[in-house]
């Protein structure tokens, strides 16, 4: 498919932007390295911005209200009005040097977000789920960056990126319990060098891969793993995607700057790729 080339919105440049989600006419997303949670309006240009006081690496709306994310402490709480924040719990105070990295909520509204570690490149980390009653169970483990996850339309079906594998894993899902099992490789991306990051699921259950280091996001039918379309972005760090607008039929992508110059590095990018994305699911707790 042809996809028109991306163009820059809003005024925020992020040093890492990251975790984007349609919410409410709106994009969340976060700029890990600068602390920040985003919201943007892409009708008014309107940019709403938090300081969370932690690197945040992840954020999803609360059906009650508010938001939820995924930073160094642990899984909190974000009132969007006062900007108050209450923590709700840190599954890892025994690895003061993990931190929650990409998350989202999974069809019945539970919290799924992983950890990575900020020292060393090790699998020490693990893939969490916050169930409404503000409980929390470790998922998989270990990962060393727990990056994309998303659901088939049918809820059987969950994929999962550990970024150093590079690759896309599956799982068999249970929505009534939040079980995961049957782990299988979906996708390999070994053949590009870049990292797969944040990921999406449109309305055909086609993924769509953020290569960080690669300048890229590429859409893949699962059943087959062939790519279907490939985006090219102006800078190196390509970081997230999401659907929004109207229709869902906006992609949204995240980028982050690199270790050089780059003049649209840590923009937001949005395009018309001709697919239609699904509406996200709030957190129910």
């Known amino acids: 498919m042809s996809i028109p080339t991306p163009e820059p919105v809003g005024n925020h440049i992020s040093t890492w932007g ?25 009708k008014t240009g ?20 508010g938001l939820v994310y995924g930073g160094d402490k642990g899984i909190s709480f974000l009132d969007e009005a006062t900007g108050e924040i209450t923590l709700i719990v840190d599954p890892e105070p025994h ?23 900020t020292d060393v490149k090790a699998p020490k980390a693990s ?24 659901w088939t339309r049918d809820q059987s079906t969950m994929y999962y990126i ?19 099992s049957n782990e299988r490789i979906a996708i390999d991306t070994a053949q590009w060098n870049a990292s797969p990051d944040g990921m999406t699921i449109d309305s055909e259950d086609r993924l769509w891969v953020a290569f960080c280091h690669g300048s890229a996001v590429r859409c893949f039918d699962p059943k087959t793993a062939k ?3 490939e985006i090219a972005l102006p800078c190196i ?29 840590g923009r937001l990018f949005v395009t018309r790729p001709g697919a239609k994305g699904v509406p996200a699911v709030p957190f129910a707790g």
């Open 18 to 42: 990251e975790g984007s989600l349609w919410d409410r006419d709106t994009l969340l997303y976060v700029d890990i390295e600068a602390h920040k949670i985003l919201r943007f309006n892409p």
């Open 46 to 65: 309107e940019e709403k911005i938090w300081d969370a006081g932690e690197r945040v690496g992840t954020v999803v709306p609360r059906a009650k209200g």
């Open 95 to 117: 690895l003061p040097h993990n931190r929650f990295n990409d998350g989202k909520c999974d069809p019945a509204g539970r919290f799924w977000a992983g950890t990575m570690p």
């Open 127 to 150: 893939l969490y789920c916050l169930f409404p009653d503000l409980t929390i169970e470790n998922k998989f483990s270990p990962v060393t960056v727990s990056n994309g996850i998303v």
């Open 162 to 180: 550990d970024t150093p594998r590079r690759n896309v894993l599956a799982f068999d899902y249970e929505v009534s319990t939040g079980v995961i």
């Open 227 to 229: 790519v279907e379309a």
């Open 237 to 265: 760090e390509v970081t997230s995607c999401a659907f929004g607008g109207e229709d869902l039929g906006d992609l949204y992508i995240t980028t982050g700057k690199a270790k050089f110059e780059e003049p649209l590095a």
